[in-house]
């Protein structure tokens, strides 16, 4: 995720459910939705499990990923990272430092942090040397409960006062993607808009994608 990621200059970032109950159901989808275009990203995303079923999810899931070429970044958790040795880690606002985990995980792994609404929070996290910020969410979404409304001219501003790279995240459906993508972001981060897409994971990429490119 990187500078010379961004051809084109806005591309989705996917994250996975918050349950995977099926790993080889999963990693099937996973393969059709980076088959059907261009993705810089892949979060994993699990909640309520136990370590081990984080870590053997990313066994799992990661060289997928990195058969496409696409990052693979786990949630939270900057120790899980290190320990599956994964492209890195992002950050909610109470999962410890970006200066913490960057000690742990080097120079050389991703680290993006949740900033909600926050211009505030997004220059704290920059500072710290975070590679990206997430904003959001933008629109309502069924994936997780939200507390924080961003809006188009945070993304516009962002842009223009920083190189820092932004994702747009939260209730984003293909007819979202090119309003974000002209207000700003760099990146477009989908859950359920492509693993509850009626037609499945890679029809929702290629319309996202087409979105994209407008």
């Given at each position: 995720m990187?500078?010379?990621?961004?051809?084109p200059?806005?591309?989705l970032?996917l994250?996975?459910?918050?349950?995977?109950p099926?790993?080889?159901?999963?990693?099937k989808?996973?393969e059709?939705?980076?088959?059907?275009?261009?993705?810089?990203c892949?979060?994993?995303?699990?909640?309520?499990?136990d370590?081990?079923?984080?870590?053997?999810?990313a066994?799992?899931?990661?060289?997928?990923?990195h058969?496409?070429e696409v990052?693979?970044?786990i949630?939270d958790?900057a120790?899980?990272?290190?320990a599956a040795?994964a492209?890195g880690?992002?950050?909610g606002?109470g999962?410890g430092?970006?200066?913490?985990?960057?000690k742990?995980?080097?120079?050389?792994?991703?680290?993006?942090?949740?900033c909600?609404?926050s211009m505030?929070?997004?220059?704290?996290?920059?500072?710290?040397?975070?590679n990206y910020?997430a904003f959001?969410?933008?629109f309502?979404?069924?994936t997780?409960q939200t507390e924080h409304?961003a809006?188009l001219e945070l993304l516009t501003?962002w842009?223009e006062?920083?190189?820092?790279?932004c994702?747009?995240?939260?209730?984003?459906?293909?007819e979202h993607a090119?309003?974000l993508?002209?207000a700003g972001?760099h990146?477009?981060?989908?859950?359920?808009?492509?693993?509850?897409?009626?037609k499945?994971p890679?029809a929702?990429v290629?319309e996202y994608?087409?979105?994209l490119e407008?």
């Amino acid at each position: 995720m990187s500078d010379d990621t961004f051809l084109p200059p806005c591309q989705l970032y996917l994250i996975t459910p918050p349950a995977i109950p099926d790993l080889e159901a999963f990693g099937k989808d996973l393969e059709a939705a980076l088959s059907a275009g261009p993705v810089a990203c892949v979060q994993l995303r699990l909640k309520d499990v136990d370590d081990a079923t984080i870590l053997d999810a990313a066994a799992h899931l990661m060289p997928i990923c990195h058969d496409h070429e696409v990052a693979f970044l786990i949630n939270d958790r900057a120790d899980l990272a290190l320990a599956a040795d994964a492209d890195g880690v992002h950050l909610g606002q109470g999962d410890g430092t970006v200066e913490s985990a960057r000690k742990m995980l080097g120079m050389d792994r991703e680290i993006g942090v949740t900033c909600h609404d926050s211009m505030h929070l997004a220059y704290e996290a920059g500072d710290a040397g975070a590679n990206y910020v997430a904003f959001g969410a933008f629109f309502d979404t069924d994936t997780k409960q939200t507390e924080h409304r961003a809006d188009l001219e945070l993304l516009t501003t962002w842009d223009e006062v920083t190189e820092i790279p932004c994702v747009a995240i939260g209730g984003i459906k293909p007819e979202h993607a090119k309003t974000l993508s002209d207000a700003g972001a760099h990146f477009i981060a989908v859950c359920s808009g492509v693993w509850g897409h009626p037609k499945g994971p890679a029809a929702a990429v290629k319309e996202y994608v087409a979105a994209l490119e407008g």
